[in-house]
Structures are given as C-alpha cells and as structure tokens.
C-alpha cells in the first residue's frame, strides 16, 4: 500500500530538516570531551535512525572531534557543534548503517491526559505544556518532525485519527492516553497501525523505529531508478520537478532521458532502491504516484505532477 494520502484541505508534504548533524550538549563538571562524544552520539542515532548506533561504532566514537565541521560553546555551558554530513555519512556506511534521510515524515500527536482529580483533555499546541515538552525534545533527539492540533480535538480515536492527520497536513497519527504516569500509544498510518506502552518518550520512539525501518537506506547501496513524470505542461513544472528530485537525500544524480508530450523519463541515482523512493515521494504531494504499488525488483516508477 502506498504512503500516499487523500488530498486535504492542507497539502501533505515531508519536512525536511536542516539540523540532523547538529546537537545542543550541556557539558557536565567541564567534561568538554565527553560532551564532545554525547553529541556525537545523538546525531548518528537521528541520521541512522538506530538507538542502538553508538554501539556498533565502536571505537570510532573515541575521536569525535575529527568529525566537527564547527563548535562553541554559549555562556552557561552549552557545547552547541555541527558535524560534517559527509564524514558521519562515511562513518555509518563504514559500520553497516543505514541512512536515514533529511526528508522525515511530519507526525500529529493526539495526547489526551487523564490527571490525578479525574480531569480529562488534549494537549493542544496553543498552551504551554510539561508533556509537550517532553516530546519536543525527544523528537528533536531522534529527527521526527511532529505537528500538535491546534484546538481541543474532541473525539479522537484510533480510527479516525489519519483524517485529523490530514487536517494538519501530517503523514501519520501518534495517539497517546495518559493517566498515572504511563501512556498507551497508538501510531496510525495508511499501511496499519503498531502500539506501545511506557513513558511520554516511548511514543517517540515507536513513530522514529518505525520510520526509520521504512526510509532508511543503506548508504553503500545504490542504484538506478527510472522515473516517469507526467502532466509537465511548461518550463516552470520541469523545473520544479527536477529541483525537488535533485534536493531528495536519496537522491544521488539526475538526468533527463526522454521527452514525450508532456511525460519525461528521467534516470536516477539512489541510495537504496525504487520501493524506499517511491515512499519518500510519496510522502510529499507534488508528485502523485501513478502505481497501484511498487512491485518487488521494480526499477521504473510513475508519476503525475501536481501543480
């Protein structure tokens, strides 16, 4: 089934994030290095998408600094550093890890909270909130863009938590009911939905495993891809086809084969292959796919621009 969602009133689209090889790490008792090496595991957990990442570097974590592209330091102790995207990148496929890329699908959260007095509600994204908190930051940590309604959505359940997702032009749903310090999360999407219980952090990591096993892509794995793109009526809608492809992190190389009317054949590079392209299309809405499904070994994709 594809990711594809129904057009609504806001278009779907992936958000793509600029700060995957960058961390904030407070640096604990002047422990510059240490901080150094916390960073450095934060990013390649949010590139590969692997909590377990760190671990199977090994002893490439113990130089962190031959990795940074730049660092500082702010005034209460804050070590903010940007790690060079190419050498991580270098760093996971030297491990066997894949990478995930900068195009992340935008989840909508649907916490509702049962407080000690009985008291029910939803978060909302209008109002300070502790548990919102929480989940910004954990979702900053792992690289998932998420979306909070912006009044009370009164009703919401399982089965009619995509069309609240649409709503907000978000890929998937992530339903969270709290009470007595624990949370049962439901995350919805078009191909099924998968549950977990624990903490405000464990719905998180639920949305960012699950994605992860889905757009990330080994990074030693290329190949070819043929793509077909119809309705590319004037210059502008080519333009804007090949830059989006261009700009995919999946995408290595570009180049126009055949023009007929106004469908174009264009071939391209990928990390991966054409299933893990199809999704990461089709999680923006500029190019609708024109496949029912994308077959095991298929190396050809169609699609229609949409203006």
Do not use: C
């Not at 894949?98 to 939803?122: K, M, S």
């Amino acid at each position: 089934m594809s990711w594809l969602l129904a057009a609504t009133a806001l278009p779907v689209g992936a958000v793509t994030l600029d700060y995957l090889y960058e961390a904030d790490q407070p640096v604990l008792n002047d422990a510059r290095e240490a901080a150094f090496v916390d960073a450095l595991k934060t990013v390649v957990v949010r590139v590969s998408g692997q909590r377990d990442a760190p671990a199977r570097l090994g002893s490439a974590l113990n130089d962190p600094r031959k990795y940074v592209q730049r660092f500082g330091f702010t005034a209460d102790n804050v070590l903010q550093v940007g790690f060079d995207s190419v050498s991580v990148d270098r760093l996971l496929q030297e491990a066997g890890l894949p990478i995930w890329g900068r195009e992340r699908p935008a989840t909508l959260v649907l916490l509702n909270v049962t407080e000690p007095n009985g008291y029910t509600h939803w978060i909302s994204g209008d109002q300070p909130n502790v548990q919102r908190d929480i989940l910004d930051k954990v979702a900053r940590e792992r690289g998932l863009p998420l979306k909070w309604p912006a009044v009370d959505p009164q009703g919401i359940d399982e089965s009619n938590a995509l069309q609240e997702a649409d709503r907000y032009g978000a890929n998937a749903a992530l339903v969270g009911r709290a009470q007595g310090g624990m949370v049962r999360w439901t995350l919805v999407t078009v191909e099924g939905s998968s549950q977990t219980s624990g903490g405000m952090e464990q719905g998180v990591h639920l949305a960012a495993d699950t994605f992860a096993r889905v757009f990330a892509a080994s990074g030693s794995s290329l190949g070819n891809v043929v793509v077909e793109v119809s309705g590319i009526g004037d210059l502008d809608a080519y333009a804007s086809t090949l830059n989006y492809l261009e700009g995919m992190t999946l995408v290595r190389a570009v180049s126009l084969e055949q023009v007929s009317g106004d469908t174009m054949r264009f071939k391209l590079a990928v990390r991966g292959d054409a299933s893990t392209l199809r999704r990461a299309i089709a999680l923006d809405s500029r190019l609708v796919s024109q496949d029912d499904a994308a077959a095991p070994g298929a190396e050809r994709l169609t699609f229609r621009y949409r203006p």
